[in-house]
């Protein structure tokens, strides 16, 4: 295994350590929980920017677990991390496991660690044959090839369309279902992106790898990505202190949309237009920190590739979560927005 620190570059990691430090209290142990931990490359930052912060990592891969841990002692911060296996939507019962009410930020980066997309055997790559697996956590059972084993032709084509924005996305669900009921099931990615090339019309690519969409697609069904973020985010805003953040990486645009959807309900006083007076209660109590979504510069791009598509987005809890947003949130779903 090569050095750690050397198989994930963190994206717009200066700018994390600021939202994520930047509102943390001077005095005391303030928390931080970073929801995907990964190879703690933004966890082991904010612990070094603030000496006295303590920080829970979550995270559903046990190597990345693993792996972060060993990085943490390395750099002599393991008394103040405390690593969980977990799900991200599993934070409330995590930080009650933990005996811990309220936190002073949260981090999420959403992408994949370059440790799950460069391992041959995961799957998540369309760049090197390997079991169709995508699986970020192995203890679940469900798999990538279970899905184009068992999906019928409009649930493919729903979560191409839906997950992957890709044009194509009927046509290639239907050459799925004619492949695994001529030649069985398919099981390797080389054989997916073979298919998914066949498919696709040559006169009507887009740039890049045309296997793209359909993988990022898969990824995000096998793993219940956004479902999962649309329970996290109000369970995050439940245990927030009073000028604790909320910071968020995106890289996929219904990932960036859920994140600007949840946000905005705090960013804005919750009356009907043309209210002449703002009750108090209503007033708005989230702050914007980035002022919409920050982006990567030429440079970050230029030195990790990876960057180019992030979309980062934070908000400051500036009064307390009022009474009739905790009970919409209460369940720690989206959903509850109506």
């Known amino acids: 295994m090569k ?23 001077g005095t005391g142990s303030p928390v931080i929980v970073d929801c995907t931990l990964g190879l703690a490359g933004h966890a082991s930052a904010f612990l070094q920017a603030n000496t006295g912060a303590q920080l829970i990592g979550i995270d559903r891969d046990r190597q990345a677990l693993d792996l972060a841990s060993r990085r943490m002692e390395s750099l002599g911060l393991a008394s103040r991390f405390t690593p969980v296996h977990a799900a991200f939507d599993e934070v409330s019962d995590v930080l009650g496991q933990l005996g811990v009410s309220h936190i002073d930020a949260a981090f ?26 995508m699986r970020m956590d192995i203890s679940q059972t469900l798999t990538a090839k279970d899905i184009l084993a068992r999906y019928p032709q409009d649930a493919l084509a729903r979560i191409f369309r839906d997950y992957g924005q890709e044009r194509y996305s009927s046509l290639i ?14 099981i390797t990615t080389g054989q997916l992106s073979r298919l998914i090339d066949d498919s696709i019309p040559r ?37 927030l202190n009073r000028g604790g953040r909320i910071v968020v990486e995106s890289y996929h645009s219904l990932e960036d949309k859920a994140v600007k959807s949840f946000m905005a309900q705090g960013l804005h006083a919750d009356v009907p237009d043309r209210l002449p007076v703002v009750p108090d209660s209503a007033q708005p109590f989230f702050k914007d920190l980035t002022h919409g979504a920050a982006k990567a510069d030429a440079d970050e791009i230029q030195r990790n590739p990876r960057s180019s598509s992030v979309r980062l987005r934070a908000v400051e809890l500036i009064r307390e979560l009022p009474g009739r947003w905790k009970k919409r949130w209460g369940k720690g779903s989206l959903s509850n927005q109506t």
Do not use: W
């Not at 050397?6 to 600021?18: A, E, R, Y």
């Open 173 to 186: 669900a239907a050459r799925i279902v004619q492949y695994r009921g001529k030649n069985g099931d398919i």
């Open 3 to 25: 050095d750690i620190a050397s198989i994930h570059t963190p994206v717009l990691l200066d700018k994390c350590v600021g939202l994520v430090c930047g509102g943390l209290p």
């Open 108 to 133: 999420l980066d959403l992408g994949l660690s370059s440790l799950q997309i460069d391992e041959d055997t995961r799957g998540f790559s369309y760049s090197h044959d390997a079991p169709l697996d």
């Open 203 to 239: 006169a009507h690519r887009a740039a890049g790898n045309p296997a793209k969409r359909v993988f990022q697609a898969l990824r995000i069904e096998v793993n219940g990505e956004l479902d999962k973020l649309a329970r996290t985010l109000p369970q995050l805003a439940m245990h």
